[in-house]
């Protein structure tokens, strides 16, 4: 069984957002002769130059209905303003057995109404414009990529990859997305859950108002640290600390003490052979456990299990 898979690009479309998902798709043909049909689908069909000034080969809007229909990400507003390609999407939509975006090409679903009630995601920089563009739209900041229905969302770039691996996992099972990740070298799978790491990029602006206490506590994870202690630090109250730095950051002292904690904690865990009770210690966790559980809920995987990927990733490399 072949099925037909559509990638919609358009003027300063993101290259990597489109190719990475066609390679995904390609390489599973290698173990799966014939699985895939793929298209670059474009409403002016010829070469359409990419952001980075690469143009990619594309061919008209297809008329037929496509199995699967992927919008790339890019310059979402290009298409979102295109009335005869906004028709052609929904349309196409309708007929697909499954829809999916990379990176800001959500913004693209979601001005097709395509999003109304769903749980979604898009790269880290852009989901707050997204959520408040479209509040019907419920946005999930920190994930890899989103499933709900027939509709698969994902955050920006590599995440790409990730989707279109669980799209094949799904149509040809885990043997051959496995395959497909070791022939492409990348993690066979960063589960969708997985939180957006780059998001603390955000967190630490340089040239934010407590970009200075941040640098403090990567220095300082070891040690407790409270609300009380980070106003200090601060020349503030705890109260007025509390609210402005949420204001700035977008997270509560609290939850940025954890994802702090759990980047670095997530560093030794994947490159280092240090005991995972060592590295709840050195990282402020304390409890083995509790570090356990917060993995769980911003990676999806315990310690062992991401420990476990990156040696296998690192002996496919070596």
Known sequence: MTRTVGVLIYPDFGLLDA???????????????????????????GPVASDSGAAMHAVALPKAPLDTLIVSGGEWSVPARCARTMAWLKKAARRARRVASICTGTFVLAEAGL?????????????????????????????????EGNIWTSAGVSAGIDLALALIGEDLGEDIARRTAQHLVVYHRRPGGQSQFSALIEVDRQDGRFAELLHWMRSHLSEPLTVDRLAGQAAMSPRN?????????????????????????????????DPIDGVAAAVGFGDPERMRRAFIRAFGQPPQALRRTARSVGSLQS
């Open 241 to 273: 600390f509390a609210r402005a730095f949420t204001t700035e950051t977008g997270l509560t002292p609290a939850k940025a003490v954890e994802r702090l904690r759990l980047e670095v904690a997530r560093e030794r865990v994947e490159s280092s052979a």
């Open 115 to 147: 999003l109304t009630g769903h749980r979604v995601t898009t790269h880290w920089d852009h989901s707050a414009e997204l959520a408040r563009r479209f509040p019907r739209v419920r946005v999930e900041p920190d994930r890899i990529f989103t499933h």
């Open 19 to 45: 190719a990475g998902p066609i390679s995904a798709f390609g390489n599973a043909n290698v173990f799966a002769p014939g699985a895939y049909e793929m298209s670059v689908v474009a409403l002016k069909p």
